[in-house]
């Protein structure tokens, strides 16, 4: 992955590297405006919640990757490693 | 809820509102309907904008409209946890920007609220939507690199010369902590990448971090640089 909400390389968005060899995804071949998340984005939310689902990142897993920030924090402030699943015990 | 249309009402009408109004306004079954603003200018401009019906200073009186399904947040992180408690109890559908909020007991208290609801609670963050990692996600899932075992995500701060123009007076509010909920960089930017790393390889089980703190051309205060390790749960897997 090259670029995402700005870009450092003119390359490809994505570049695949398997089996020896190097396979670009182009500009030509993949949207890669940063702006297509977002539309993406609230496409997935409306077309779920009219099919009455839950939409992916749903607030328990929000809550998770937060923790996993706390995580970070804590263990820059302690210089120690920190487990994820111990930061609710933590606060 | 009729099942042909969503109707849409935004709280917070910012920068950021342009994209998210872009996507519904885009969708041939969902309808901006109202628009909340505490800056009532502002609410209404974006109203004449989105061709909205209604706008409102106080998003509480936008909540009473029956006709709004589902509300959008994007707020400052620190007016989320009320703004989303408040939605769910009227019954609407919640879409609230990352990061959810900030502490645990307030994640708690929105998801408990969540659960009361008859409206589901979607925490939004973007990354996982954008083309270029959706087929990179694709490709991880078909093999076509194999198995997996790390991931490495470097993000520059700096002056952005091809991406999404944003005001330095919209940014302001992310460089205080009471605001944003701990650091531009680990805690507001960072999200991205965890959630990144954790939808490509998994949940991770244990971190270690380097953050250290600089300040930006402004003279905000950021966390950054900063360098974070982890591991995943599964599979001897690791990321940076």
Known sequence: MNRCTGKALETSPLVIYADGKRTEVGLDEIEWDWGASFRNGMFDFVDLMLAGSHAPLSSVEGKYVLQVARAAQISSEMNSPVTVAGIDQAQ | MANECLNIGIIGAGKISELHASGYLQHPKARIVAVADNRAGIAESRAAEWGDEKYFADYRDMLKLEEI??????????????????????????????????????????????????????????????????????????????????????????????????????????????????????????????????????????????????KNEKGWLRNAPANISWVHSEGDRQGS
């Not at chain 2, 939004?124 to 899932?141: G, H, I, S, T």
């Not at chain 2, 244990?206 to 250290?212: D, E, G, L």
């Open chain 2, 69 to 214: 399904d589902a509300v959008d947040i994007i707020t400052p992180h620190n007016l989320h946890r009320q703004m989303t408690v408040e939605s769910l109890g009227a019954g609407k559908h919640v879409s609230v920007q990352k990061p959810m909020a900030l502490s645990e007991a307030e994640y708690d208290e929105m998801i408990n609220a969540e659960a009361k609801s008859s409206g589901h609670l979607r925490v939004f963050e973007n990354f996982r939507y954008y083309p270029p990692l959706v087929r990179a996600k694709e490709l991880l899932r078909e093999g076509v690199i194999g198995d997996p075992v790390s991931i490495r995500i470097k993000s520059v701060q700096g002056a952005l010369k091809y991406g999404w123009k944003v005001p330095t007076s919209t940014l302001s509010w992310r460089f205080d902590d009471a605001q944003s909920g701990g650091g531009r960089v680990v805690f507001d930017y960072g999200y991205h990448a965890f959630a990144i790393a954790v939808h490509m390889l998994g949940p991770i089980e244990q971190v270690f971090a380097w953050i250290r703190e600089s």
